[in-house]
């Protein structure tokens, strides 16, 4: 397989990029000794730049970046940080990305805390620069993420899901972040109507393609994903790959596969057994093509856009999810977010 050159989309805004670096930094300071600790931490491991990235291709591709637009993007980072650390005490997850949490390095109560306060570190750098427009999509999108957050943990534990269920939380708890993130970079350079919407939309749909991309990644190793072989089952997370899988068996296969999926994250033989299963019934290739479709539409919707440096950027994005090969790791070492944070 062709690896997807992401170099080509990264360089489009890289200047802008190194910019926003030091921009993000000063809006994590704080006058408190512990959190100041805390965020430089953060700082230092966060690495991902595919939020930034995408507000700021969307403001090109939309007329032009602008000091309105670094305060976008850093509202959204400070907003996916923060969503992050609270994630990681709902789970009670001590790592994330082969690296201790937050939670897990400074206690629960601290790691929400901290979450909080880059919660209104996003609200402020808005207000700072004049961006009241922007609260309103970043409200929408933590309802968004809250919502679909809650409605996975009461799935999980009845273990009753559906295909409609499972591409509603997504859209809430992934989709909506890059949506809005696509829409504030859109914003920020002045976009309406039409344009604006098609931006949106462009946002959805690829952030829908990146959960199932990690849906399928979460079936192969550590070595390749950073996290382990089946950890979504060890938290009772079923994803459309599973979910596929039991609809191809009879219910008393179901029920067994669900029992083990029930104690899966006392029993790694457990997990085994359902990642089997999964790829048995073919869970992995029937995701690759529903994440292909929406990555298809996704480039669809920019459409109406003239060609520009933008605008291939953004199809590269797409195309770069797409080919995400979790198999191919000459191509593909590291996952997509990882392989931005450390592009030159």
């Given at each position: 397989?062709?690896?997807?050159?992401?170099?080509k989309?990264?360089?489009?805004?890289?200047?802008?990029?190194?910019?926003?670096?030091?921009?993000?930094?000063?809006?994590?300071?704080?006058?408190?000794?512990?959190?100041?600790?805390i965020?430089?931490?953060?700082?230092?491991?966060?690495?991902?730049?595919?939020?930034?990235?995408?507000?700021?291709?969307?403001?090109?591709l939309?007329?032009?970046?602008?000091?309105?637009?670094?305060?976008?993007?850093?509202?959204?980072?400070?907003?996916?940080?923060?969503?992050?650390?609270?994630?990681?005490?709902?789970?009670?997850?001590?790592?994330?990305?082969?690296?201790?949490?937050?939670?897990?390095?400074?206690?629960?109560?601290?790691?929400?805390?901290?979450?909080?306060?880059?919660?209104?570190?996003?609200?402020?750098?808005?207000?700072?620069?004049?961006?009241?427009?922007?609260?309103?999509?970043?409200?929408?999108?933590?309802?968004?993420?809250?919502?679909?957050?809650?409605?996975?943990?009461e799935?999980?534990?009845?273990?009753?899901?559906?295909?409609?269920?499972?591409?509603?939380?997504i859209?809430?708890?992934?989709?909506?972040?890059?949506?809005?993130?696509?829409?504030?970079?859109?914003?920020?350079?002045?976009?309406?109507?039409?344009?604006?919407?098609?931006?949106?939309?462009?946002g959805?749909?690829?952030?829908?393609?990146?959960?199932?991309?990690?849906?399928v990644?979460?079936?192969?190793?550590?070595?390749?994903?950073?996290?382990?072989?089946g950890?979504?089952?060890?938290?009772?997370?079923?994803?459309?790959?599973?979910?596929?899988?039991?609809?191809?068996?009879?219910?008393?296969?179901?029920?067994?596969?669900?029992?083990?999926?029930?104690?899966a994250?006392?029993?790694?033989?457990?997990?085994?057994?359902?990642?089997s299963?999964?790829?048995?019934?073919?869970?992995?290739?029937?995701?690759?093509?529903?994440?292909?479709?929406?990555?298809?539409?996704?480039?669809?919707?920019?459409?109406?856009?003239?060609?520009?440096?933008?605008?291939?950027?953004?199809?590269?994005?797409?195309?770069?999810?797409?080919?995400?090969?979790a198999?191919?790791?000459k191509?593909?070492?590291?996952?997509?977010?990882?392989?931005?944070?450390?592009?030159?």
């Amino acid at each position: 397989m062709k690896s997807v050159d992401m170099l080509k989309t990264v360089r489009v805004v890289q200047r802008e990029l190194e910019k926003f670096e030091p921009f993000f930094r000063q809006q994590l300071q704080s006058s408190v000794p512990l959190l100041s600790t805390i965020t430089n931490h953060i700082y230092r491991s966060k690495g991902k730049q595919l939020r930034p990235l995408l507000v700021f291709l969307s403001a090109k591709l939309s007329g032009g970046i602008c000091q309105k637009t670094y305060a976008g993007a850093a509202m959204m980072e400070l907003l996916h940080t923060a969503t992050l650390m609270h994630d990681d005490v709902v789970d009670d997850a001590d790592e994330r990305r082969n690296s201790l949490s937050i939670k897990a390095l400074w206690s629960s109560p601290k790691a929400v805390l901290a979450g909080d306060f880059l919660l209104s570190r996003g609200v402020l750098v808005a207000l700072e620069h004049q961006s009241v427009e922007f609260l309103n999509i970043a409200a929408n999108t933590i309802r968004c993420m809250s919502e679909g957050e809650l409605q996975q943990l009461e799935r999980a534990r009845k273990l009753e899901w559906s295909e409609e269920m499972y591409f509603d939380i997504i859209q809430k708890k992934t989709a909506s972040l890059l949506q809005s993130c696509a829409l504030i970079g859109a914003h920020s350079a002045g976009a309406t109507g039409e344009r604006l919407d098609a931006v949106g939309r462009y946002g959805e749909l690829l952030g829908v393609a990146f959960q199932l991309r990690d849906d399928v990644l979460d079936f192969y190793s550590s070595r390749i994903t950073g996290k382990a072989c089946g950890n979504d089952i060890r938290e009772k997370k079923i994803t459309l790959p599973l979910i596929f899988a039991l609809n191809r068996v009879d219910k008393a296969e179901r029920k067994k596969i669900l029992s083990l999926v029930s104690t899966a994250s006392f029993n790694s033989r457990n997990v085994k057994q359902v990642v089997s299963f999964v790829r048995a019934q073919g869970g992995l290739e029937h995701t690759e093509r529903v994440m292909l479709g929406y990555c298809n539409s996704a480039k669809r919707a920019l459409d109406i856009f003239p060609e520009s440096d933008a605008k291939a950027a953004l199809l590269n994005l797409a195309d770069a999810i797409a080919e995400q090969d979790a198999k191919c790791t000459k191509c593909y070492p590291q996952p997509l977010e990882v392989r931005l944070c450390h592009e030159p």
